[in-house]
């Protein structure tokens, strides 16, 4: 069965600083990624998605992810993140028409 | 305005007790799905239903039971039998073509005391 690995659970950043968030799947073949927030008292909501095409997608608030599938991987960044920006955030891979969840990373990005 | 609704907010019960959490969508999407969000452990699916009068069980759907007789309804009711039921619960829906995310609503906090 398909699972997700999100490899950091907290990550601390200042304002300004660079953004990598690593997402690994279990499962090749065909598959569509999603990248979704959580802002703090906010309803989830998505970030990106992947489902063919170009590999390197954009989302909103100027986050963007690339999908390598040879490494299965889906990792989302930001060049440079606000304060705003503190979250939790969650990979997700379809598999059978559910979606499969990472853990979340919680980011905390110091003013 | 659109949207999917979870009431309420915030759920106290005694332990024994079932509980039933309301979710309500008014996008037209034939999908709805019930997780579950624990600290560290991301989003367990529970239950779906990808059509009226049709579900199928999650991942973690021992203890919990759900309904589907309208379009814009799933109820998921927590039941005695849920070992450890104090959680927060969000429920999504979602088109059924396959290139669309799923929409969540802002969830229910349920504390069993």
């Known amino acids: 069965a398909q699972s997700v690995s999100q490899h950091n659970h907290h990550v601390i950043l200042s304002e300004a600083a660079s953004l990598e968030l690593g997402c690994n799947y279990s499962?090749?073949?065909?598959?569509?990624l999603f990248w979704y927030v959580q802002y703090p008292g906010q309803h989830l909501q998505l970030l990106l998605k992947?489902?063919?095409?170009?590999?390197l997608v954009k989302g909103i608030k100027g986050f963007e992810a690339e999908f390598i599938k040879s490494k299965f991987s889906f990792n989302l960044r930001k060049p440079s993140v606000q304060w705003s920006d503190t979250a939790e955030y969650f990979c997700?891979?379809?598999?059978?028409?559910?979606?499969?969840f990472g853990q979340g990373t919680e980011l905390s990005v110091k003013p | 305005d659109g949207g999917i609704t979870q009431s309420p907010k915030y759920l106290f019960r005694k332990e024994g007790q079932n509980v039933t959490l309301s979710c309500e969508q008014n996008?037209?999407?034939?999908?709805m799905y019930w997780y579950r969000q624990d600290p560290g452990q991301g989003l367990r699916l529970i239950y779906y239903?990808?059509?009226?009068?049709?579900?199928q069980k999650g991942d973690i759907a021992e203890g919990y039971s759900v309904s589907r007789e309208k379009k814009e309804s799933f109820p998921l009711t927590v039941t005695s039998a849920q070992k450890n039921p104090t959680a927060f619960y969000l429920c999504?829906?979602?088109?059924?073509?396959?290139?669309?995310?799923?929409?969540f609503g802002p969830g229910t906090r349920l504390t069993v005391l």
């Open positions: 499962y090749g073949g065909t598959v569509n």
């Open positions: 996008l037209n999407h034939d999908a």
């Open positions: 999504a829906s979602k088109r059924t073509d396959p290139y669309n995310e799923q929409f």
């Open positions: 239903s990808q059509i009226v009068n049709d579900f």
């Open positions: 997700a891979v379809t598999q059978g028409g559910k979606l499969i």
């Open positions: 992947y489902f063919s095409g170009d590999p």
